[in-house]
């Protein structure tokens, strides 16, 4: 037995020979005889059609258009569930379509509210990583305390060195070194009433990092 496909349907046939000299011919030859048909999709044998048919004919039809119709129909069933729980494709439909919808909206525009439903239904989205977000960098604040201790550190290294030489032999509280020196020691610790009370060591006292002397 064979089969023809015509269309959506398999025609079968069975095949028989005709030897050589039966009915006076010269040669042998092969004589085709239609049996019956079925659609190509069909997961079972019909049963009018399996009546017609021997059993080795009933296992060729089973195998070459039954069970490929079952496989098939099976793949079908398969990649329709999935697609049914499948967000890609309607998020990719959705792509379009509000592609689409800008493209018109340049013409008519739509009202905001309308937007914003979009916009909260991607927002209910599960994406497969959470969204990192991504906080800027705290810009290191420097330390003034450190830096003037730095800076003091770094003044008594100059004048050891003699970067400013030594004092004169006279007027030496005109000159610039003291001055500054006066400066900073005014502003460190303050021992004018009115200046004091924006020194370092009030501000330390006040946040009691410092003892308030005793008088």
Known sequence: MHKKVRGKTAYLYRSSWVPKGASGNTHGYSVQTYVGSLAVDSTSLPKDLEALLTDDERLYVETVVCRPAREAADQA??????????????????????????????????????????????GRVQLLEPAEVKTPPQEKRPDPL??????????????????????????????????????????????????????????????????????
Not at 111 to 118: F, I, K, L
């Open 77 to 122: 069933r398969k990649a329709s569930e999935q697609r049914e729980v499948d967000p890609l494709w309607r998020l990719t439909e959705a792509a379009r379509l509000v592609g689409d919808a800008a493209e018109c909206s340049q013409r008519r525009r739509v009202p905001r509210q309308r937007v914003q439903e979009v916009s909260d239904a991607l």
């Open 146 to 215: 450190l830096e003037a201790l730095g800076a003091v550190r770094a003044a008594a290294a100059a004048v050891r060195a003699g970067s400013y030489g030594r004092a004169p032999e006279t007027g030496v509280r005109s000159s610039r070194p003291y001055r500054l020196w006066s400066d900073i020691y005014e502003a460190v610790c303050g021992t004018d009433g009115e200046t004091s009370n924006g020194s370092l060591m009030r501000a330390l006292q006040d946040r009691g990092f410092a003892k308030s002397r005793q008088r």
